[in-house]
């Protein structure tokens, strides 16, 4: 359709606003309420214009074009207007700043003065010179503001972590709570009161940590005032220069841009125009990545110990002392370990580096027991070349969706708005948890399932759809006999008991997964955690067979794919990560080379241990060689996000200390043990040699990425469609009368290579603690436990301390905690590793006991 | 309290009539109660409490016996609301939006209740009085203390 801005003739296709067809055409309509990534709302009425025939002047925001239309947006009378909308809204803004004549000149003779409490003007402000509402009032040439001035002299709300609410700014645009609901689903903050009273806030203004906050932070992004300010950059001034990222911190791998000074990290934003993203981020993105880059625990200095002591080094000293010691071993003896946080190119150089030069297979990572693991494995086992590969945004497209045990919102945050997309779409949402997440409002279904059997709940499902004639078009599909087979012989008359569900909730879940397609599960470590999780993604793949629904496997690390692809070029493996722990606590493993996390080794018998880092951690006393490394924001490469996106980042900031990059440290050392192969000059050249050597990089070039082309890493190939007989895997998790309580794990990635981020972060650690441990009020009534009281936890094979958490929806009998490699080792489960490491990819639940005190 | 809630569906358009019931069967809604009817409606506290505040029929203070509701609209206001309002705070010692310590007597204002011709207007228990005058007051006070044989 055509239509007619201010005499130009545009050529429109689709539904969409006159605001967004000027904006694309560069006609400017000032606008301060609408945003792209909210439905219209029609608040502030600056933004009107007028429509030939109409009477009335049109909020251009959220009046569509229609075909022939005739628009003016800067008639006298409109630009009359506009300014009159203005000054009311500035009448109850501090409004001087705006409107003073020597504003121009201001800035030059200015000393500090922002750090007052009450905020009278832009110069007292920290928004000042990034301030929405002061370009909109720039271009309308206010020049007084005709109403009387109010003031509303709402006390400043300091109380949550990361940013000030000071509602004096504020203009009532409602993005902040617009984007609250719309798109982050938290629903933290509303609108409150009436009228001219009307102002934003929280239940009972309560804080924002007891509202359902998730402190992602779009709130403060989309606010075109001071209203909404972050407290870490409120007093700095603004930034010089702004580059581009990828967070490292969960599986999204969300683009941010990181605004520096002085070659310093200002702060970090979700870029708008992110991939991955569009705009948003989470708390960890949005929040921590300066205290993550600039923490007081990073390694400054290479250390080798000497005479017992660790002392500094140069580069040149601790390569060789590296080289010289690590000569001493042979192949078996040593081991390595490796982290699914540092990138392909680090990756690859290790893998490299083990079998070329230190001649050992034994290289391990967090990543044996991810969930991309179970699931391959198990696709690999049957050979039926599942995909690996998926869309994030395919997720909103579903109709149905089915998760499983993951708190999206905090372990993977861009994932769960994709979900709620969905549900805003008209998705139905079945949620099976034994906890109460604060997603499931959105659920039409709540599977209240008892911790671990998830098996039992799948494998019924499965068992339900074939009895209500779902058989026919499936009986074609390969190994149908014997998986209905399999299905028979479970014992049927004690699911309700084992899974705490009943009939109807079956039943109805059932016929919620047959009613629409497309059908979307997803899983991750809750459901893969578990001894038998190879059972579990087994059956879960029966039912999306039976609902033609797609998986998608969740891990938890920004490069977990990364790791995988280039891990698996290499056929013969040596130990998994828990073997490796194993030998180093036997002796088998003499020499242990660190470079990913690791569980405190002090009772491990290491001739030898070089711990490659950014952090200090406890396994540092340890050590015998200390070699710095960059984070990902001092160095460049490649990362492989959870859907298979291929995604370069580049150095950001110079690294502080000595620290140098892994792929360097790692070349460096190999030039010293031998002398060919090993001579890169920066990462391109190491991508350049994978992408030869490694089949599922070959269409990977940076020159590609740069020019802004997406690249998915290549996947599997020969699918093949067939059910799997399932075996029941016995008994769940059993508790006894000595170890009473099932301990589980909680699984959001709350650390950066050594780093518990909330170790730096004290906004961080209150809104999750990775020392709490949660248990039910019905427990915590039953011991007699206070809120914050220490406790420790016991099990057979080991112990640990935390504070008591009461969280509603835990269930009985259960309590959880977070799953940390190297917290303070007394405030740490993975100190229970032997217990929990009962196989090779699983670290399952835990029967446990609960004491009060240390 | 949980049964008044357990009786709604599960469906956050019942959210209003929810808080009308509340209202009328406490008097008041309590705090407490927000959490619950999250819960059972599906939508956030904040959300709940946005609404709530929105609409002067529901509060959150327990109410008193009486409510004394004064129209501030400008109509009421030019024949001397504010006066009538003083009388009535100095008689209850309480300010607008408050309850009295022995919770006979709650005091409200409102903006204009349509009944301009007959202003200024006091609404007592659902009682329109009309052309109000300042010595009025202590009277419909007394008859309000009377009828819960207290003088
Ligand atoms: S919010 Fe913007 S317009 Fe208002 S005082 Fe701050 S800088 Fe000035
Ligand atoms: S930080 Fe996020 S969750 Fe919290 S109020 Fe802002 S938008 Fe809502
Ligand atoms: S706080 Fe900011 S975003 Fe929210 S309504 Fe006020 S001005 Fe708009
Ligand atoms: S942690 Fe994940 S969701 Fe949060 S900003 Fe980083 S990549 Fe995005
Ligand atoms: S931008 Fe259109 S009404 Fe605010
Ligand atoms: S102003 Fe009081 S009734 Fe209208």
Redesign the pocket.
Known sequence: MKIIIDGKELEVEGKKTI?NIAQENDIFIP????HPRLAP???????IVEIKGRKNYA????TYADDGMEIKTKTPRLQRLRREILELILSEHPNACLICSEKENCDDYKSTIRKVGETTGCVLCSNNGRCELQDIVETQQIEQVKFPSFYRDFEVKKSDPFFDRNYNLCIL?GRCVRICHEVRGASAIAFVNRGSQTVVGTVLDLPLLDSGCQFCGACVDVCPTGALTERAIKYEMLPEETKKSVCPLCSAGCELKIDLMGGKILGSKPSEDGAVNRGQACVKGRFIIRDLVYSPRRILKPLIRANKKLEEVSWEEALDFVTRRLKKYKGKEIALITSPQLSCEDNYLFQKFARERLKTENIGSSYSFSPLAVYHEMSQKNQLGLALNFKIRDISKAKVIFLLGEDLAVSHPLIWLEVLEAVKNGAKLIVASPNELPLNRFSSLWLQIKPGSEFHLLSFLSRILIENGGAGRLSRIEEFDSFKNSLNKLDISQVFEITGITEKELIKTARLLLEEEPAAFLFGMGLTQHPWGSQNVAALQNLALQTQAQLFPLGLENNLRGLFEVGRNYPDKGLAFNKIIQGASSGDIKALYLAGPMPYLNKAKLEFLVLQDCYINENFELADAVLPATTFAETEGTFINEEGRVQRFKKVVEPVGDAKPDWWVISQLACKMGNKGFNYKDVSGIMKEMSKVIPGFSNISYLKLENGKEIFIRDEKKRRKSFIPLKDNGPLYKTSKKYPYLLFVDYSLDYYRSLPLGRESLGLRKIRDSRWIKISPEDAKKLKLDEGESLRVESSSGSFNGFVKIIESMPKGTISTSLLWSEDSDFSAVSFFTGFFQEENALGMLPVKIKRGK | MEKVIDEFDKDQRELIHLLHEIQKQFGYIPAHMISQIARQLKISESEIFGVLTFYKAFTLKPRGKHLITICMGTACHVRGAPKILDEFKRELSIEPGETSGDNLFTLETVNCVGACALGPIVIINGDYHGQMKTREVDKLIKICRQKNGKR
Do not use: E, N, V
Not at chain 1, 31 to 34: A, P
Not at chain 1, 59 to 62: D, E, H, I, L, M
């Open positions: 605001l606008s301060l309420c609408d709302f029609g608040g502030c009425r600056l933004c909020p251009s925001c959220c645009c």
